[in-house]
């Protein structure tokens, strides 16, 4: 299982995933946060967003920003995504050593609960922390 971040969410969308996310994606074992997927629309939505997500989208061709909006309107049904029912009890009772920010929080909480490893394109110290004393495995490529 792997749980993947705003910039990997958006490779799987646009077809340009590294093979792994893909293989993982038609298994049915692709999931992301819901943090992560608002940070997605957030991003694509934005007129004044000048990010590496919307620079990523104006990189593609027209039909694929059509199909990558598409999936962001109505994630496709491949891509795991949990509820925060299931989730915010997880969350509260993480051990990480520090108090957590939700995106963070959430991305562990997910991980945990699938036994997953979380695959971002950029580590934080929260998630460094949280992973080193909770047993997360964290694997960061470029999208």
Known sequence: M??????????????????DLQAALDQGELFTTGSW????ARALHDAGS???LSRGMDNLTVDQQARVTASVHRLPPQVGLLSLRELVPVMATLQAGRQL???TAEAVAVAVVLDASIVVTTDSPLLSDSRARLGIEVRGVAP
């Open 101 to 103: 920010n939700l995106l």
């Open 2 to 19: 792997l749980v993947v971040d705003d910039a990997f969410l958006f490779a799987v969308l646009a077809e340009t995933a590294p093979e």
């Open 37 to 40: 997927y608002w940070r997605l």
């Open 50 to 52: 000048a990010g590496a």
